[in-house]
């Protein structure tokens, strides 16, 4: 049972109710004592989001979805410190866009399908990995489509993403950290009216992590450099509007426990 209220000053309230069946079933079996196979079906409600700014009903929320999702996958562990997991995924759920007066909301369908692979754990016993990478294949069906409004591939989404973090922890300093991580997506669809596409971006954030006692207070200092070589591109959102990627900058921060 699900229900949402939405109050704005010029407009006036709006509620709705929904109560849709959903359920979850997962299984797992160890093939090996290091080694797991498992399987999962769901289906439950996600949030849309808002109409974009572009959009003739700009800022009106649009009502929850239901989805469906299906996962096969393995978890492993290599070593002692490093576990490997993949999946194949299949997600349908409705799709977002415009329509032909220019009003954003759920008229057609979209399915996701693809495959993910993971790598978590310590290389050795003071350098830690968190690696992923994710192949998506996003395509939208339904009335839209079939009258040519759509394109079939969905708007805004890399077909290719990856990114892996390396952190480092010095012997000789107690308390201090290195780390790094690397980001990469693919190429967008920009419009679903033209074959335009945002190129694909790739980047580098470094940072520092020291920690320290004052008192009975624990402290840290973290450091980090976002975009570290200025990358400058742009992204393509679900809402054909485009976006720039975050200029380099510096970020310091100081926390403590007590």
Do not use: C
Not at 24 to 51: K, N, Q
């Amino acid at each position: 049972w699900h229900r949402r209220e939405f109050a704005a000053p010029i407009r006036p309230p709006d509620s709705a109710t929904q109560r849709p069946w959903l359920y979850d079933a997962s299984i797992a079996f160890a093939v090996a004592p290091d080694w797991t196979l498992f399987a999962s079906a769901t289906r439950g409600l996600e949030e849309s989001g808002a109409a974009p700014d572009n959009a003739a009903n700009r800022n009106e929320v649009l009502p929850p979805a239901i989805s469906t999702q299906q996962e096969l996958g393995f978890r492993g562990r290599l070593t002692d410190g490093l576990t490997l997991i993949g999946s194949l995924f299949s997600i349908e759920k409705a799709a977002p866009g415009f329509d032909a007066n220019n009003i954003f909301g759920l008229f057609g369908e979209l399915r996701h399908r693809g495959a993910e692979l993971s790598l978590v754990g310590n290389i050795s016993p003071r350098l830690r990995i968190v690696s992923g990478a994710v192949y998506l294949d996003a395509r939208r069906s339904g009335q839209p489509v079939e009258t040519g409004a759509w394109s079939k591939e969905a708007v805004g989404l890399p077909k290719f993403q990856a990114m892996t973090g390396l952190t480092y922890t010095v012997p000789a300093v107690a308390g201090l950290s290195f780390d790094g991580q690397l980001n990469h997506s693919s190429s967008r669809r920009v419009s679903s009216r033209s074959e335009l596409r945002t190129p694909a971006l790739t980047t580098v954030d470094i940072g520092f992590r020291k920690a320290f006692d004052i008192g009975k207070a624990k402290m840290a200092v973290r450091g980090r450099v976002t975009n570290l070589f200025g990358a400058d591109s742009w992204v393509a959102a679900r809402s054909e509007l485009l976006d720039r990627p975050s200029r380099r900058a510096l970020r310091l921060s100081l926390t403590m426990n007590i």
